[in-house]
């Protein structure tokens, strides 16, 4: 009888351990399905039914059954009766996931915004282009590349902009030139490009030690800003979404998300260990944070001094439930918004004869990181390997999850849009648009 009782005790212990366990993994797969549903519902303006058989319909978040209140603005997501996790909509700053009621009508400050009506044609307005026929591009193959990615590769938009002018947009169904799309870690590079301004406005010095003050006692000190833009600290970080990580459990149980790399310790070199972390651009957005003399003035600035400033619109950033925007994963926008953006790329800097930044920050900003492999530079993606190799080496990109891109292409004067829930053939894709057009 003891040795069965021990049996019984040893086996409810098993269970015990193997419930802790897995109720992290539930909590994440609950939490991503409710951040999901309120973003797409409440900000995207898309149907709790058409969120869930796209954006939560993969493995293992189709496990999560969702629900919304459109009064509250509150989206519930319950994973086999076991766990439900809630996320709420907020005025300026999207969808955040809550951590306990009292968040659900937590007070918090939102963007104060100006946006632009100019009555100009796109990209320096909203307003139609005026038809324009290139001579030297062959449309009917443009558009086979264009529509190659389209079905079976789950893309839902592709802008291709040539000298300023629109020669190729499609959209599949559901999805229109207003539509807002979540650009993933593409936010990281918008994140780049605020230092850029603070740069160019003498109110940044980027290879200043990175201003942490929990650093101050150990070799941390040592980290620049510079190290932390090129992903290149040396801090500890594990970047996977296929299992519990620091990544997901940053973005989905964390209510300060600047706070998790800066509690990491160093299992490198600052300048001689490269390694992505969506942690250091949320480091990076707390640094800001700091900066700024008010929280007020941080979530103010980003829109006052660069997105508004070139008509971005449509973009929404999203903060944690500290007010912080999560740099390293959460910006919407419509195809056409994020185009604007690679294109003050394009244009180093000068938006219609405005400088947002300075063009030395393009130069920066595609210089590549040391042990990158010439894959990165300053919270962009770079060609300068040749990885696609049909493409010009100095092509660089935004990237974000499953496919999101922004790809900025200086010597053709051109930037390609393309969002979808599947990464595809990029090589492929990108050669088809090239060679439809003689340059």
């Given amino acids: 009888m003891k040795i069965f009782k021990r049996i019984l005790l040893f086996l409810a212990f098993v269970v015990f351990l193997i419930g802790a366990y897995n109720y992290k993994k539930l909590n994440i797969v609950a939490g991503f399905a409710a951040k999901s549903t309120a973003s797409s519902v409440f900000l995207a303006n898309r149907t709790l039914a058409f969120t869930d058989s796209t954006d939560n319909s993969f493995t293992p978040i189709h496990l999560a059954s969702n629900t919304i209140d459109t009064t509250l603005k509150i989206a519930r997501s319950s994973v086999v009766g076991l766990l439900t996790r809630k996320a709420v909509f907020r005025k300026g700053l999207g969808s955040v996931l809550t951590l306990n009621q009292k968040d659900e009508t937590a007070k918090y400050l939102y963007p104060n915004r100006t946006k632009s ?9 909203d307003f139609p282009q005026k038809d324009t026929i290139f001579e030297n591009i062959s449309y009917p193959k443009l558009n086979k590349a264009v529509g190659s990615i389209f079905g079976t590769d789950k893309s839902r938009a592709v802008l291709v902009i040539y000298k300023d002018k629109i020669i190729a947009e499609k959209y599949s169904k559901g999805f229109n ?16 490009t605020v230092f850029g301004v603070l740069s160019y406005q003498n109110r940044m010095v980027i290879n200043a030690k990175a201003p942490i003050e929990s650093w ?7 980290i620049t800003i510079h190290n932390l833009l090129q992903m290149n600290s040396g801090l500890e970080w594990d970047e996977n979404y296929d299992k ?9 149980l964390e209510r300060d998300m600047t706070k998790t790399q800066e509690h ?20 990076l957005s707390g640094i800001l944070r700091n900066h700024f003399g008010s929280h007020q003035e941080y979530l103010d600035f980003w829109y006052s001094d660069f997105i508004d400033k070139i008509g971005m619109n449509s973009m929404v950033l999203e903060a944690d439930l500290s007010g912080n925007y999560v740099a390293s994963s959460y910006a919407w926008a419509t195809t056409r918004d994020w185009g604007k953006f690679g294109l003050l790329y394009l244009k180093k800097g000068n938006w219609n004869g405005t400088r947002i930044f300075s063009e030395d920050w393009t130069t920066y900003v595609t210089t590549p990181t040391p042990g990158s492999k010439n894959t990165y530079g300053a919270q962009f993606w770079l060609n300068a390997d040749g990885g696609f190799k049909d493409v010009p080496k100095n092509m660089y990109y935004a990237d974000g999850y499953k496919g999101q891109r922004v790809y900025i292409l200086p010597d053709q004067e051109m930037v390609i849009v393309r969002f979808g829930l599947k990464n595809f053939d990029e090589n492929t894709f990108l050669k088809g648009i090239l060679e439809s057009i003689k340059f």
């Fill in 216 to 222: 101050q006692n150990d070799a941390r000190k040592e």
């Fill in 177 to 192: 030139a207003s539509s807002k799309i979540l650009g993933w870690s593409m936010t990281k590079s918008l994140l780049s």
């Fill in 117 to 125: 009506s100019s009555e100009m044609a796109y990209p320096y307005g």
């Fill in 244 to 252: 519990i990580s620091d990544a997901t459990t940053m973005l989905f």
């Fill in 264 to 283: 990491k310790p160093l299992v490198g070199k600052p300048n001689q260990t490269w390694n992505y972390s969506s942690g250091t651009s949320n480091l």
